[in-house]
């Protein structure tokens, strides 16, 4: 099993900036990829960008020069720096990390990221 605990979601002004940080434990192996997800009221769940543990990143476009992932493996933590943050960025924001073998995917409890207009 596989835990994922989120922090650093939190209110914030159009233009500001956020760190999420997630900590995975468990039987993590050393070949996954993290990522973080979102989702707004009223909308799916979207990938916002995911980090693979040799540091391949992707992201979506509307958070491409914006947003950064990064991750420690020796410490098993991801982060998304969130920067020129847009109220349409509000949304809960879900650690991912999906494990290659044994196959699976976990995810963390969600933390809120409000950014106010």
């Known amino acids: 099993q596989v835990q994922l605990v989120e922090s650093g979601g939190g209110l914030v002004q159009a233009g500001g900036s956020l760190r999420l940080s997630c900590a995975a434990s468990g039987s993590i192996s050393s070949i996954n990829t993290m990522a973080w997800y979102r989702q707004a009221p009223g909308k799916q769940r979207e990938l916002v960008a995911s980090?693979?543990?040799?540091?391949?990143?992707n992201y979506v476009d509307s958070v491409k020069g914006r947003f950064t992932i990064s991750r420690d493996n020796a410490k098993n933590t991801a982060s998304l720096q969130m920067n020129s943050l847009k109220p349409e960025d509000t949304a809960v924001y879900y650690c991912?990390?999906?494990?290659?073998?044994?196959?699976?995917?976990?995810w963390g409890q969600g933390t809120q990221v409000t950014v106010s207009s």
């Open positions: 991912n990390l999906v494990r290659v073998s044994p196959r699976n995917m976990y």
């Open positions: 980090i693979t543990s040799t540091g391949y990143t």
